[in-house]
């Protein structure tokens, strides 16, 4: 128990009586038990380092903080700054030490300054988006913080607090890294405020501060100090802690560029959401209405699992791009740089409601408007559905743009409803369809489906156009971009291009006694491609120094074994990724019919 008088209640965490996490998700656990790795789809997959690389608590912490004498403690936005501080206090005020602690948040910016310097990056108020922000770091930051040195009359000096890196000391390094989904079940609590802000705004709000500004600076400045970081820590957990050294972290990302990457999945809940994950997919809580998305592969989103002992250890994605974006991207690498370009997602409406209808923007537009480099081009592959599923994408033959806007405004403005087919095609989905939707298509998912969306990593840009009328999860109206739409809208996608254009049509490339290899050609403005490979026992395939982005669609399980000898099962609809320096890879069926494993990979 600590000094906030912290408890765990289910997982939500409470201090004072006020809850520090809202979600209907647990938190993951310090130490896995035996029945996590039963051979089902897995809600905490791991790389597994051996035995010794994880260390648990902060007792053997800060033993070793004790031998440093000066330490850095540096982390992302939305760490608890002040339990770990108290936690090491303790500790080390037991040894009978003194401690000198130098707090990074006293030497922020006012925040009036800091408001009006991230005010340009946030867009209108009203607006669910802003541009990527141009700031540092080291901006939010007064001098004075720079010209902090260590105190002699104390046995033990630490600076702490987001940015504490920046103090340029010749100490090492502890990094505290905060998976994004904890960040944003502390956000939705209100248990912590955007970086630089004493302020609780509403949940989109500072999502958007979180999306625009703060993370873009806390990434950049997690590039620039990785090589400085001598221990990397987990700081998910309110009153515990795992950690490792510097050298097992790179051990494991290098471990992981070469053989087979999953990112840890998490599920959100939504008003469309259906039935299909909570039926599907062990352990996930089950008292919960719906679930709308599992993030499978949005990396900006999703974090690595590394495991020794049973200790977990989260890390965020983009430390392997940092580190390893060549042996992850192979050929493209230059291109992508350290984005990683393609994404995996679950929309569940089995059971549930139509998506919103929407578009995505275009290439210029979202470079030009939201400061973004690549855009939001996706393709809906039918996973699984209902007889009764549909598909909304494109528009009626006899489209008339005018009058379809004027029924959207007079729509929002009056609470009408839209027979939306008056003007957007309806097409049956059926299992293992892919449909096809470049930037500036209209679409939606109807009910009934469980749709794979296979896309470019961008997430958050989708213009809303017509929502049923709905509010969102708390009764609040849903957020729509009639306008943003109709600067993006391609309105020679419709009557029968939709059919020859936007629907894939699936050919045989390849064959063998037991096996095919079946192309599902994307659009020409699509950078990545889709193959799915069928086979009854065993197939080998060659990475040419490209990056596959995989699932097993139909089947049990796989076996996947690659090059350097990294050997993995997956279970129906799992994600994972085989970078370009795994060379070559052996997938192997374990189930009694024919599998059938989706491959995405850039063009």
Request: charged letters at 25%; proline letters at 4%; glycine letters at 6%.
């Amino acid at each position: 128990m600590n000094s906030n008088n912290t408890t765990d209640q289910g997982n939500n965490y409470m201090s004072k009586g006020v809850p520090l996490r809202k979600s209907s998700q647990t938190l993951m656990p310090v130490i896995l038990n035996q029945d996590d790795t039963e051979k089902a789809y897995n809600i905490y997959p791991v790389c597994s380092l051996g035995s010794k690389k994880n260390f648990n608590g902060y007792n053997s912490l800060v033993q070793w903080i004790i031998k440093q004498k000066t330490i850095v403690i540096d982390g992302y936005g939305g760490v608890f700054w002040d339990e770990i501080k108290w936690a090491i206090d303790q500790q080390i005020t037991n040894a009978g030490l003194t401690i000198n602690w130098i707090e990074t948040a006293a030497y922020l910016k006012p925040v009036a300054e800091i408001d009006a310097m991230v005010t340009p990056f946030l867009g209108e108020k009203e607006s669910v988006w802003g541009t990527k922000c141009l700031l540092t770091l080291k901006d939010f930051y007064q001098d004075e913080f720079g010209a902090q040195s260590p105190d002699k009359a104390f046995d033990i000096n630490i600076v702490v607090g987001t940015g504490a890196a920046l103090i340029n000391w010749n100490a090492p390094v502890i990094y505290i890294d905060l998976p994004k989904n904890e960040l944003q079940y502390r956000m939705r609590a209100g248990s912590i405020t955007n970086l630089g802000s004493n302020q609780l705004s509403e949940p989109f709000l500072m999502y958007k501060r979180f999306y625009f500004v703060d993370w873009v600076l806390l990434n950049q400045h997690k590039k620039a100090i990785l090589d400085k970081i001598t221990v990397i820590a987990d700081g998910q957990w309110i009153d515990d802690i795992n950690w490792m050294f510097r050298s097992d972290f790179i051990e494991g990302l290098n471990k992981l560029s070469s053989s087979i990457i999953r990112v840890r999945p998490w599920f959100e809940p939504g008003v469309w959401g259906g039935q299909w994950i909570k039926q599907h997919i062990p352990k996930v809580n089950e008292d919960v209405e719906n679930y709308a998305w599992s993030f499978e592969l949005i990396v900006p989103e999703n974090g690595l699992v590394f495991e020794s002992d049973g200790y977990l250890l989260e890390v965020s994605f983009d430390f392997l791009m940092f580190h390893n974006k060549d042996q992850v991207l192979g050929k493209h690498a230059a291109q992508f740089g350290d984005e990683f370009p393609i994404r995996f997602d679950f929309l569940d409406t089995y059971d549930g409601a139509n998506l919103s209808i929407q578009c995505h923007p275009r290439l210029k537009y979202i470079q030009e408007v939201f400061g973004e480099n690549i855009t939001q081009d996706e393709t809906y592959y039918i996973l699984d559905c209902k007889d009764d599923a549909q598909v909304f994408l494109g528009f009626q033959e006899d489209i008339d743009a005018a009058l379809f806007k004027n029924a959207l405004i007079e729509s929002q403005n009056k609470n009408v409803e839209i027979n939306i087919t008056d003007f957007v095609q309806s097409l049956p989905a059926k299992k293992h369809d892919l449909f096809l939707i470049p930037n500036g298509t209209i679409h939606s998912a109807g009910a009934n489906n469980m749709v794979l969306e296979i896309s470019a990593t961008p997430y958050i840009f989708t213009f809303k156009m017509y929502d049923w009328l709905r509010l969102d999860m708390d009764g609040n109206p849903r957020p729509i971009n009639i306008d943003h739409a109709f600067n993006n809208l391609n309105f020679e996608r419709k009557g029968g291009h939709v059919s020859r254009e936007l629907i894939s049509k699936p050919r045989i490339i390849e064959a063998g006694e037991d096996w095919q290899l079946v192309h599902l050609p994307t659009h020409q403005e699509h950078f990545y491609d889709v193959h799915r490979i069928e086979f009854d026992k065993e197939i080998n395939i060659e990475t040419n120094n490209d990056c596959h982005v995989m699932m097993l669609v139909e089947g049990e399980s796989v076996f996947v074994e690659t090059a350097d000898g990294a050997k993995q099962a997956f279970a129906y609809a799992e994600t994972f990724v085989i970078p370009a320096a795994a060379k070559n890879y052996k997938l192997t069926n374990l189930g009694k019919g024919r599998a059938k494993v989706i491959k995405a990979f850039l063009k």
